[in-house]
């Protein structure tokens, strides 16, 4: 079935930087399109980035736009979150997550297939 396990989370302060890895294990999702969605407490996971199987096409909520980039490295089955600028609005819970077939975009939460167990990112005022 496989797995998605993230790492790279921790508390730093605002403007500063934190790279998430999401490393796949017991199975390739390399043809899938990957991306990254977030729940702070209290609200709904939303949707932060998805990145299409080749990396030929990235895309970005608002919030995150120009100050996340997101990338995937198939040869290590591993996606990643390079978090710039971090506000304090960005403390969540960030999942990584793999589309429910090689056709999905991943856009939302029912178009996952499969979650990782979640990074958390605390960004500190």
């Known amino acids: 079935q496989g797995q998605l396990v993230e790492s790279g989370g921790g508390l730093v302060q605002t403007g500063e930087s934190l790279r998430l890895s999401c490393t796949a294990s017991g199975r390739t999702f390399n043809a899938y399109t990957m991306g990254w969605f977030r729940q702070a407490p209290g609200k709904e996971r939303e949707f932060v980035s998805r990145i299409t199987w080749n990396g030929g096409r990235t895309y970005y909520s608002d919030s995150v736009k120009g100050r996340f980039t997101i990338s995937r490295d198939n040869a290590k089955n591993t996606v990643y979150l390079q978090m710039n600028s971090l506000k304090a609005e960005d403390t969540a819970r960030y999942y990584c997550?793999?589309?429910?077939?090689?056709?999905?975009?991943?856009?939302?939460?029912?178009?996952?297939?499969?979650w990782g167990q979640g990074t958390q990112v605390t960004v500190s005022s």
């Open positions: 997550a793999a589309g429910r077939s090689l056709s999905t975009d991943l856009e939302t939460t029912t178009d996952v297939g499969s």
